[in-house]
């Protein structure tokens, strides 16, 4: 008869071999676009960027382009995915008389707003050139461009959009980097906006400011009550937003300086004991760790680097189904990029997926990594994938279970 040593040992086992045979991706849907490489056309898309999991239960995503313009990628789609795999495209973006793209071109960011349209950010296109706020319906019908962009940094509607997120109050909001009423040192210091779902009216409700409530805003994180919570100054700063009052709250994080030089992150998630949490780094830490702060500012601490290199690309934190945090990196350990798993309760790393290359079925340079209803792992990457001869694969949609 087996000690309980060794029936221990063996059911320790039998779990790690069965966490492993879990790990593999599965590849659901791959970009195809006809050669010459990365110059012919992408009817279906290619670049894919973003992907999200609608009320509906269906999945919805935006890819870079169609085609390609001397300065870069233009076009672009928003396109449908059933969980079976049935892939639609219900929107493309298409040049005017003029050859510009009236209703904006790249499309790189999604999410569902409360009245249950979706609304995305295009890099480039519309009326000044330099991209747009959309909503359309999950049919890809009512297309509306609601804001158009400007690379100027100045301009008082803001600039360099980075989030967008659906509010406890029937609206949405977002942050841009630039923009805004307030001067910093190169730029004006970054907004947060909000859209009224009714009249698709876009108005600035926080002018951020390096001198109270810090410069650049890079995210929002939707907490259990559904305020929004996020950093400005490389993480220095923490802010919430209450959307019911319009009150921005704000505290100083003690991000350490190291080697002389300061660290710094961005709070991405909110962890299973409620708390945030995000990836810090700095000249001098010796790599990328986690830190992890209370929901009022307090209780602040890093924890040990993961990684000792420092240009993994790590793309934001996702509490999965197993209560780790996993996490894509757009670079990896290996230049094609990979998956990682974190604790929340140390910050150690747990293990690191690399099923990524420029020859394989799950494609490279992942940018995106989320929870589905169902618990199982959603994400895409952007580059590569296989593709049937005489055309060429531009990114993958994949999924994993936890």
Same mark, same amino acid.
């Given at each position: 008869m087996p000690s309980k040593m060794q029936v221990a040992v063996f059911a320790a086992l039998l779990a790690c071999s069965c966490y492993a045979a879990a790990q593999q991706l599965t590849a659901v849907h791959t970009f195809v676009c006809k050669n010459p490489q990365d110059l012919g056309v992408c009817p279906q898309g290619g670049g894919a960027n973003s992907l999200i999991q609608g009320s509906d239960g269906n999945f919805y995503g935006t890819a870079e382009r169609t085609g390609r313009a001397l300065a870069g990628p233009a076009g672009g789609l928003l396109y449908s995915l059933t969980p079976a795999g049935s892939f639609a495209t219900i929107y493309k973006f298409t040049p005017g008389k003029t050859k510009t793209y009236p209703n904006g071109s790249g499309p790189y960011r999604l999410t569902e707003g409360p009245d249950g349209?979706?609304?995305?950010?295009?890099?480039?296109?519309?009326?000044?050139?330099?991209?747009?706020?959309?909503?359309?319906?999950?049919?890809?019908?009512?297309?509306?461009v609601l804001q158009n962009?400007?690379?100027?940094?100045?301009?008082?509607?803001?600039?360099?959009?980075?989030?967008?997120?659906?509010?406890?109050?029937?609206?949405?909001?977002?942050?841009?980097?630039?923009?805004?009423?307030?001067?910093?040192?190169?730029?004006?210091?970054?907004?947060?906006?909000?859209?009224?779902?009714?009249?698709?009216?876009?108005?600035?409700?926080?002018?951020?400011?390096?001198?109270?409530?810090?410069?650049? @805003?890079? *995210? /929002? !994180?939707? +907490?259990? &009550? %559904?305020? $929004?919570?996020?950093?400005?100054?490389? =993480?220095?700063?923490? #802010?919430?937003?209450?959307?019911?009052?319009?009150?921005?709250?704000?505290?100083a994080l003690p991000f350490p300086i190291v080697g002389g030089e300061p660290t710094g992150g961005s709070v991405t998630a909110i962890g299973p004991d409620g708390n945030l949490y995000g990836t810090y780094t700095g000249p001098f830490v010796g790599g990328i760790g986690l830190f992890e702060v209370q929901l009022n500012g307090?209780?602040?601490?890093?924890?040990?680097?993961?990684?000792?290199?420092?240009?993994?690309? @790590?793309? *934001? /934190? !996702?509490? +999965?189904? &197993? %209560?780790? $945090?996993?996490?894509?990196?757009?670079? =990896?350990?290996?230049? #094609?990029?990979?998956?990682?798993?974190?604790?929340?309760?140390?910050?150690?790393?747990?293990?690191?997926?690399?099923?990524?290359?420029?020859?394989?079925?799950?494609?490279?340079?992942?940018?995106?990594?989320?929870?589905?209803?169902?618990?199982?792992?959603?994400?895409?990457?952007?580059?590569?994938?296989?593709?049937?001869?005489?055309?060429?694969?531009?990114?993958?949609?994949?999924?994993?279970?936890?």
């Open positions: 349209k979706l609304y995305g950010f295009t890099g480039l296109g519309g009326s000044i050139g330099y991209g747009t706020l959309f909503r359309v319906d999950k049919t890809g019908k009512n297309f509306q962009y400007s690379v100027n940094g100045f301009a008082s509607n803001g600039s360099t959009p980075t989030s967008l997120v659906a509010g406890n109050d029937g609206n949405v909001y977002g942050t841009t980097m630039f923009g805004g009423s307030v001067s910093c040192s190169y730029f004006n210091c970054g907004t947060l906006f909000q859209v009224n779902t009714t009249t698709g009216a876009y108005q600035v409700v926080v002018n951020f400011d390096a001198e109270t409530s810090g410069a650049n @805003p890079t *995210g /929002l !994180v939707v +907490a259990p &009550d %559904g305020t $929004f919570y996020g950093s400005t100054n490389n =993480g220095a700063v923490l #802010f919430h937003y209450i959307e019911a009052t319009g009150e921005l709250q704000t505290t307090s209780n602040f601490q890093l924890f040990p680097v993961y990684t000792t290199d420092a240009n993994v690309g @790590p793309d *934001g /934190l !996702v509490l +999965a189904s &197993d %209560g780790n $945090f996993w996490m894509a990196e757009y670079y =990896g350990s290996g230049g #094609f990029g990979d998956i990682v798993t974190l604790s929340p309760a140390d910050g150690s790393l747990i293990q690191t997926l690399t099923p990524f290359s420029s020859k394989s079925a799950d494609g490279g340079a992942p940018v995106e990594l989320f929870s589905a209803s169902n618990g199982a792992l959603w994400g895409v990457s952007s580059l590569y994938g296989q593709a049937p001869k005489g055309s060429y694969a531009d990114g993958v949609l994949f999924t994993l279970t936890p």
